[in-house]
């Protein structure tokens, strides 16, 4: 029922920015602890950043001070603003809550890329 989909993600040189967005079909941004992940090819899926429905942020050392996670409770957002991009960082974002991430109601996600 409930529908997740990640856009913003695309090429950029390393030190640059991207915005990504993850819009949801119901409240669940609002009511959920949210996280973003990624998966380079052949790593392991990682949680990157997390916010609860209280605001509370959270971030894997290798992105924090360099990400900023965001939720827009009205628009059933979450954002993931990324400064000062890294290669490493290249990967697929997903979406999802954290609760979920043990399931397999994944979406597709959002290719960054950072490259010269």
């Known amino acids: 029922q409930v529908q997740l989909v990640e856009s913003g993600g695309g090429l950029v040189q390393p030190g640059g920015s991207l915005k990504l967005s993850c819009a949801a079909s119901g409240i669940i941004v609002s009511i959920s602890t949210m996280g973003w992940y990624r998966q380079a090819p052949g790593k392991q899926r990682e949680l990157v950043a997390s916010i609860t429905r209280v605001g509370t942020t959270g971030y894997a050392d290798s992105v924090k001070g360099r990400f900023t996670i965001s939720r827009d409770n009205a628009k059933n957002t979450v954002y993931l603003q990324m400064n000062s991009l890294k290669p490493e960082d290249t990967a697929v974002y997903y979406c999802?809550?954290?609760?979920?991430?043990?399931?397999?109601?994944w979406g597709q996600g959002t290719q960054v890329t950072v490259s010269s």
């Open positions: 999802i809550p954290v609760a979920w991430s043990t399931s397999d109601r």
